[in-house]
C-alpha cells in the first residue's frame, strides 16, 4: 500500500480526497443538522479542505498520494461531528496562516502580517484558547524577518483593526458587558484522564522519532526545508499548548494538528530506510486512528 500511495498525485487528487472529506462531514452531521450545524460543518469542510492546498505551497512532500491519504485518514478519525464554532474557525483560519507565513519569499510576508495580525485576532475572538497562537507569531517574526521592529508593528495593527472593528459592532448591538470566558487564563483544565487516548500513542511515538530523525539530519537539507520543516515544528508547538492546557475531553481539539502532524509522519515515513518499515508504520497509523475513532465514538474506553 505504501508503495501505491508514494505514486505522484495529479491535478485531479485533490478535488477526489476532498469529495471523501465532504462525504466524511455529512456522514457525522447527518442526524443533527440544522442551520446553525450547517454552518458550523460547512466552515469545518472549508478549514481542512483548504489544508490540501496547504500541502501544495508548503512543498514539503514531493507531491505523492501519501499526505493527502493520511491527512483524510486524520480527518476521518478525529472528526466526529460535534464541533463548535470556535474550533471551526480556527480549523479555517489556521490554514490560511499556514499558507501566509511559509512563504520564503520575505517581501510577500511582509506584506501578508497586517492580515495575519487580523486572522489571529479573528480567531481569539472565537476561540479564546488559541492565545499560544498570537504568541507563536510573534517568535516567527522575529526569528526570520529582518525589519523585526517594523513587522511586529503592522502584526499588532492587524490585530488593533479587527479589536476596534468587533468592540465598535458589540457596542452599537448594545452588548456593553464583558464575558469573562473571553480571558482564558483562568479555565486551565489539565488532561487527567488520558486512558480514550491510549490508541494515539504510537502516533506519538512516530511523531517524536520524526523530530529526532529531522534534527539529527539537520545540516543534510536544503535551507527552504529546513526552515519550512522547523516552522511547522513550531507551528504544532503552539497547537499543542492549546491542547494540554484546554482539550480535557473536547478531543476534536486534536483537528489542530491533523495538518502539520500529516506532514511530519510523511516525512518519516518517506525516509525509512527498509520498505516494511515504510509499510508497518502506514499501517500501524491506520489502525491507530480507527481504533482511537472507534473508541470515542463507541465509548468502548
Not at 460547512?42 to 479542505?49: N, P, V, Y
Not at 516494511?276 to 472507534?294: D, V, Y
Request: with cysteine; proline share 3%; aromatic share 20%.
Amino acid at each position: 500500500m505504501f508503495k501505491l500511495l508514494s505514486k505522484e498525485s495529479n491535478i485531479f487528487s485533490i478535488p477526489v480526497y476532498i469529495g471523501f472529506l465532504l462525504l466524511i462531514v455529512i456522514t457525522f452531521n447527518f442526524l443533527n443538522f440544522n442551520t446553525y450545524e450547517a454552518i458550523i460543518a460547512g466552515i469545518t469542510f472549508l478549514g481542512i479542505a483548504l489544508g490540501y492546498f496547504c500541502f501544495h505551497s508548503i512543498a514539503l512532500n514531493y507531491q505523492t498520494h501519501l499526505p493527502l491519504f493520511l491527512y483524510t485518514f486524520f480527518i476521518f478519525g478525529l472528526y466526529s461531528g460535534k464541533i463548535d464554532i470556535g474550533l471551526a474557525v480556527s480549523l479555517l483560519t489556521n490554514s490560511f496562516l499556514l499558507l501566509l507565513l511559509t512563504s520564503t519569499n520575505e517581501d510577500i510576508r511582509k506584506k501578508s502580517y497586517v492580515l495575519v495580525g487580523s486572522i489571529v485576532a479573528l480567531n481569539f475572538i472565537f476561540l479564546p484558547t488559541t492565545w499560544p497562537m498570537a504568541v507563536f507569531v510573534i517568535i516567527h517574526v522575529i526569528a526570520t524577518s529582518e525589519r523585526i521592529g517594523l513587522n511586529i508593528f503592522r502584526f499588532l495593527l492587524g490585530i488593533l483593526l479587527i479589536v476596534f472593528s468587533y468592540f465598535s459592532v458589540m457596542f452599537f448591538m448594545n452588548f456593553t458587558s464583558w464575558n469573562m470566558d473571553y480571558f482564558p487564563f483562568g479555565k486551565m483544565t489539565l488532561i487527567t484522564d488520558y486512558q480514550n487516548l491510549f490508541p494515539l500513542v504510537p502516533i506519538a511515538l512516530m511523531l517524536i522519532y520524526a523530530v529526532y530523525d529531522h534534527f539529527k539530519n539537520y545540516n543534510k537539507k536544503s535551507p527552504v526545508s529546513r526552515y519550512k520543516y522547523t516552522f511547522l515544528m513550531v507551528f504544532s508547538v503552539a497547537q499543542l499548548i492549546t491542547i494540554i492546557l484546554y482539550m480535557n475531553k473536547t478531543y476534536e481539539y486534536l483537528l489542530l494538528l491533523a495538518f502539520p502532524s500529516t506532514i511530519i509522519l510523511s516525512r518519516m515515513l518517506r525516509f525509512l530506510p527498509k520498505y516494511w518499515m515504510q509499510e508497518i508504520s502506514l499501517w500501524i497509523i491506520i489502525f491507530s486512528l480507527i481504533g482511537f475513532k472507534a473508541g470515542t465514538y463507541f465509548d468502548l474506553f
